[in-house]
């Protein structure tokens, strides 16, 4: 090799670097991704967009039958379609922010193989995509919200605090699925259930004060509660979230620094095997 043959040898900062300051860095990326994501997850259907609208409403009308009329279940003194709707959002958000997650490394096989950029970026993409769902939700629960005569409370101004928290509770567990769906393709047949699962044990369908005060503080620690609660009582003025606020901050916490430290960890890996 000549003397004067420069080498240039690209390698990824740190792992151990701030990922705030990678991800602002590649924010373009992050736009960029976000964009391809809603055109791959629209095209060639026919309602487009209307789909962000028909499913949380079909739900709505589906919890409204079996649990506000069959079963009863108490609604806070809120219309049980508000209620249960205004539970609806922040689920959706979250669902749909914890799904696109959890496939975003394997959907961008190409891209891992073949350029260096931060990995964060593709599940903070996937996730921050969801928001365009949830706006256009949104749109139809203050529809809802002017047929019943309800007015937001003075605590609507927290309402973007419930949000961000749906939003970082699906990146965090998106971390810990989108890294063990490379290695462990199993997490893709696993998700049905695990959403099956998650949303029956938060207060979407019911309320959370149904939850016995001994168990409070352990159903607390599903970080979706505090979520759930905590947009209702911030938009339609239900039930305040405040025993369950402490145990929810410290599980979306914790699973969010052990998310961070596995996909850190793990990250190095995600071209070879995927």
Do not use: C, H
């Amino acid at each position: 090799m000549d003397a004067s043959t420069q080498i240039l040898r690209i390698e990824p900062v740190s792992r151990w670097s701030s990922p705030l300051s990678e991800l602002w860095a590649y924010r373009e990326l992050v736009g960029f991704l976000i964009w391809r994501d809603l055109k791959v997850r629209y095209k060639q259907t026919v309602l487009g967009v209307a789909w962000a609208v028909i499913q949380p409403v079909m739900t709505m009308v589906l919890f409204s039958v079996v649990f506000g009329q069959v079963a009863k279940l108490p609604s806070d003194g809120i219309p049980y379609p508000l209620f249960t709707f205004a539970a609806l959002l922040p689920w959706q958000l979250f669902a749909g922010g914890i799904t696109g997650a959890s496939n975003s490394l394997i959907g961008s096989s190409g891209l891992l193989t073949k350029v260096y950029f931060p990995r964060l970026v593709i599940p903070v993409a996937a996730v921050t995509g969801a928001l365009v769902d949830f706006a256009i939700a949104f749109g139809i629960l203050l529809a809802l919200m002017v047929w019943y005569g309800v007015t937001p409370p003075a605590a609507v101004l927290l309402l973007p605090l419930f949000v961000l928290l749906a939003l970082v509770t699906a990146f965090a567990a998106g971390l810990w699925l989108s890294a063990l769906n490379v290695k462990y393709r199993d997490v893709r047949y696993a998700m049905p259930f695990l959403m099956q699962f998650w949303l029956l044990a938060s207060p979407v369908a019911y309320s959370a004060s149904l939850v016995p005060a001994k168990w409070q503080f352990l159903y607390g620690l599903n970080p979706l509660v505090t979520t759930v609660e905590g947009f209702r009582w911030a938009i339609i003025g239900a039930s305040a979230p405040s025993p369950f606020l402490l145990p929810s901050i410290v599980s979306v916490v914790a699973l969010l620094i052990s998310g961070l430290l596995y996909f850190r960890r793990m990250e190095d890996t995600f071209a070879d095997v995927v």
